[in-house]
């Protein structure tokens, strides 16, 4: 089972950057994974934020943090990073790391907890 230690979040006005990283292990060898991000804000559905693949260079941003965020991955690709910029109120919710297949992430779907349950998520709060 894959593994998660998230960081970063906090509080910040609109206009300013947070950085959210994660450290990902356990990855098996049998699956193509991507990793990233999905949030969910209060009375809101999760929503599939940004995934990054693990074995070739692609990316998945939801359309409203495109050109706003950014997401990176250390050599390994075992740690996945969300630079997160110009950030809005609307960006306010709680931010989890999870991984899943590399074809339904980044067709934009959202993870399931199959290949490791999702951590306690990381606060990320804006304020006008």
């Known amino acids: 089972e894959v593994q998660f230690v998230e960081s970063g979040g906090g509080l910040v006005q609109a206009g300013g950057s947070l950085r959210l990283a994660c450290a990902a292990s356990g990855f098996a060898d049998d699956y193509v994974y991507a990793i990233g991000w999905f949030r969910q804000a209060p009375g809101k559905d999760r929503e599939g934020v940004s995934y990054i693949s693990r074995s070739v260079n692609k990316t998945f941003y939801r359309g409203s943090v495109k050109g706003r965020f950014t997401i990176s991955t250390d050599n390994a690709k075992d740690t996945v990073y969300l630079q997160m910029n110009d950030l809005k109120p609307e960006d306010t919710a709680v931010y989890y790391c999870?991984?899943?297949?590399?074809?339904?992430?980044?067709?934009?779907?959202?993870?399931?907890?199959?290949?490791?349950?999702w951590g306690q998520g990381t606060q990320v709060t804006v304020s006008s």
């Open positions: 999870a991984t899943d297949l590399e074809h339904i992430l980044l067709a934009g779907g959202l993870p399931s907890t199959y290949f490791g349950s």
